[in-house]
């Protein structure tokens, strides 16, 4: 079993819809939790980081987290175009000093 | 705002040659990484370090060394290029926080490509 798995994807959601993407983890010590959005050519950029059981909201972004059941899920909302991205989830383990990508979930936002 | 800025955005050599990425970051971050990313591969970690002159392997350090002589610069060697190093590279930065490393942030990247 991989540290973080999250579905391949592609999501295709049309413009104004809620895209939900999902991520689950195996250590039940893990820590922190973050939600990165990568471009075609471009580096991942960070855009949610969460720390604690329950939703955490910044804009149009909504991220959940549930340690009980090892899964941390990010909302958008009103989805726009400019959302079709790779969004990566990552985790910190419980050690500390380890930090897991999963693969990526391939969002298309329909006009 | 964190800044990490990487060498080169796209590089092209050929098989056999010496490779030098270089990664620079502004925050004083203690923690420093090299990735390559594939297709469908997802973020693969080659080395990552602590520290100055600390140096830990990750998934996949074969073909690859690393150097961190000061804490804002760590660079990637490739002592022989192959094509099969051909691969987006990416450097990123990090701290430490109470809670163990904190999020990460990412250079732009360089593509390689060796032929």
């Known amino acids: 079993q991989k540290e973080v798995e999250q579905n391949s994807g592609p999501l295709s959601v049309p413009e104004g819809a809620i895209a939900s993407l999902n991520c689950t983890y195996s250590?039940?010590?893990?820590?922190?939790f973050f939600w990165y959005r990568q471009y075609s050519g471009k580096s991942p950029e960070l855009i949610m980081s969460i720390y604690s059981n329950g939703d955490k909201e910044d804009g149009r972004f909504t991220a959940q987290l549930n340690k009980a059941s090892q899964y941390v899920s990010l909302l958008i909302r009103d989805s726009q175009p400019s959302d079709s991205a790779t969004y990566l989830c990552?985790?910190?383990?419980?050690?500390?000093?380890?930090?897991?990508f999963g693969t990526g979930t391939s969002l298309t936002v329909i006009p | 705002d964190v800044k990490v800025t990487q060498s080169s955005r796209y590089l092209v050599k050929r098989t056999g040659e010496k490779v030098f990425l270089e990664c620079v970051q502004d925050m004083d971050h203690e923690n420093m990484f090299w990735y390559r990313q594939d297709p469908g591969l997802g973020l693969r970690l080659i080395y990552f370090s602590y520290d100055v002159k600390m140096k830990e392997k990750g998934d996949i350090p074969e073909g690859y060394s690393v150097s961190r002589e000061k804490k804002e610069r760590f660079s990637l060697i490739l002592e022989s290029a192959s094509t099969n190093q051909t691969s987006m590279y990416l450097c990123?930065?990090?701290?430490?926080?109470?809670?163990?490393?904190?999020?990460?942030?990412f250079g732009p990247g360089t593509r390689l490509t060796v032929l």
């Open positions: 250590d039940r010590g893990s820590q922190s």
């Open positions: 990552a985790v910190t383990m419980n050690t500390g000093n380890q930090f897991y």
């Open positions: 990123a930065s990090s701290t430490i926080t109470s809670g163990g490393w904190d999020e990460q942030f």
